[in-house]
């Protein structure tokens, strides 16, 4: 079994780390070096950092961001937001992040994706996949682009197989009804897309508690697990569920 890694997310809007519910109501949550090096210290895996109104603003990602996080830490840092073209592609990797996430550019014009992956090697290219539930679309789910405020009318696991099959490395779908609500990860979605591609997939949107960690890695077959809130506001530390999953028999990255 590939051994599961911690992921915590700055979700970045103004310079600030924030965190909402569904996709609103957000709230502040703290410097995002500051976070970057505690989790850092706390033994987090990787980190993501998403630039949450990049599209919506119709802007690329603010590099300094990327920059100053990236300076800060040692380990891989994946950063979204606003990746639409190749020259962002660069610019964020030269700023110093290890991956990128793409989203609403990717449903827009979904030859980016394999442009990405020929030009940076597909070890570099995650597509994210924010999907609602939708019983209108064959598996359930439906994508969703534009921070969540617009539906792409795709079915969120045919999506999933296409962006493997245009290249991705890895797959970070979140579940927009489950976001922010510490309810637990939607394991129905994670593990449609799991079940559906030979990619890792990212497990994101709702963990609240340890369980919920468990359930993700076991019932929703993630490799990588996301969370936010839970680590912003330090209801859950990161050690904590490393080791309650290695009691639970899971292997994970030391």
Not at 84 to 108: C, Y
Request: proline share 4%.
């Amino acid at each position: 079994m590939t051994p599961i890694a911690i992921m915590p997310c700055l979700d970045m809007k103004d310079g600030r780390v924030v965190k909402g519910i569904h996709f609103t109501d957000l709230r502040q949550a703290g410097n995002p070096v500051e976070h970057a090096k505690f989790y850092q210290e706390e033994g987090a895996d990787e980190l993501a950092m998403l630039d949450i109104a990049a599209t919506v603003e119709n802007r690329k990602t603010r590099i300094e961001w990327v920059r100053n996080v990236a300076a800060a830490i040692r380990i891989p840092l994946t950063v979204g937001g606003g990746i639409g073209s190749l020259e962002n592609i660069q610019a964020v990797l030269d700023a110093g992040a290890r991956k990128v996430s793409m989203n609403s550019a990717a449903v827009q014009r979904p030859d980016l994706v394999r442009e990405a992956a020929e030009r940076f090697g597909p070890d570099r290219i995650t597509v994210a996949i924010d999907g609602r539930r939708n019983p209108a679309m064959a598996s359930g789910f439906e994508v969703v682009v534009a921070g969540g405020t617009r539906p792409a009318g795709k079915d969120a696991v045919d999506w999933a197989r296409a962006c493997e099959q245009l290249g991705a490395g890895t797959l970070l779908p979140t579940s927009m009804d489950g976001d922010g609500t510490r309810a637990g990860y939607d394991i129905a979605f994670t593990r449609a897309i799991a079940e559906a591609v030979r990619l890792p997939v990212v497990a994101s949107g709702g963990a609240g508690t340890l369980e919920h960690f468990y359930q993700a890695a076991t019932e929703g077959k993630a490799q990588i697990l996301l969370a936010a809130s839970v680590f912003h506001f330090r209801t859950l530390r990161i050690r904590e569920v490393k080791e309650y999953l290695r009691r639970k028999g899971l292997t994970v990255i030391a």
